[in-house]
């Protein structure tokens, strides 16, 4: 079974030889979802989707019209 490496904790992740780019993994020593981004060799990234909506505590607070400076 091909490998990839988890970008998360860099630990070896099992990928199934018929994975398809945009496929989901999970890293069984971090639990971190992954997403299969390259397929020659097997490439896996952290899927943005699974941290809540994608915006940072700065962009929330940015929109109500703060930013770093009125801390």
Same mark, same amino acid.
């Given at each position: 079974?091909?490998?990839?490496? &988890? =970008? ?8 199934? $030889? *018929?994975?398809?780019q945009g496929d989901t993994?999970? &890293?069984?020593? &971090?639990? #971190? ?7 020659? =060799?097997? *490439?896996?990234?952290?899927?943005? *989707?699974?941290?809540?909506?994608? $915006? #940072? ?11 770093d400076q009125n801390y």
């Amino acid at each position: 079974m091909p490998t990839s490496i &988890c =970008p998360e904790c860099s630990e070896e992740v099992y990928v199934d $030889a *018929e994975s398809e780019q945009g496929d989901t993994v999970i &890293c069984e020593e &971090c639990s #971190s979802k992954l997403v299969v981004v390259g397929l020659d =060799p097997f *490439e896996l990234d952290l899927n943005e *989707e699974s941290g809540g909506d994608g $915006a #940072s505590d700065d962009d929330d607070l940015n929109s109500y019209g703060y930013d770093d400076q009125n801390y």
